[in-house]
């Protein structure tokens, strides 16, 4: 879907609590052709109030499966953030959002691209 955004003139970019190390390993493994920002400690996710702390028992689950979140992000807080997207116009106001307490049910990037081109058609 990064073409159409672009093609409408937008920019997508994409925050992840891993430390910037990770996350430009991360883009240089998956050829992402997007800026994937670094929000050390979820502070950004903190103020959007997006930020959960796993549970002891999901936390035991990851750390069977070798997924140390303190090691890829910096802390020892166990949070993550819900998947979110949000369309923010180039004055700053956020004109679409999709934010889900369901890990599993992640926003459509087609989703995304209708965003952008209301946003577009709206001006």
């Known amino acids: 879907m990064l073409p159409a955004i672009e093609s409408l003139g937008a920019t997508l970019v994409a925050i992840s609590p891993q430390l910037a190390e990770h996350n430009q390993a991360l883009v240089s493994r998956h050829g992402l052709g997007f800026e994937l920002l670094s929000d050390r400690g979820n502070v950004v996710a903190s103020a959007f109030r997006l930020t959960f702390r796993l549970t002891d028992a999901l936390e035991t689950v990851y750390r069977a499966f ?56 709206t001006g």
């Open 66 to 121: 070798k997924i140390e979140l303190p090691t890829y992000n910096g802390d020892d807080s166990w949070t993550l953030p819900m998947p979110a997207r949000y369309v923010i116009d180039s004055g700053g106001q956020v004109r679409a959002a999709d934010v889900n307490a369901d890990y599993t049910r992640r926003p459509e990037p087609e989703e995304a691209v209708n965003a952008v081109k209301a946003l577009a058609r």
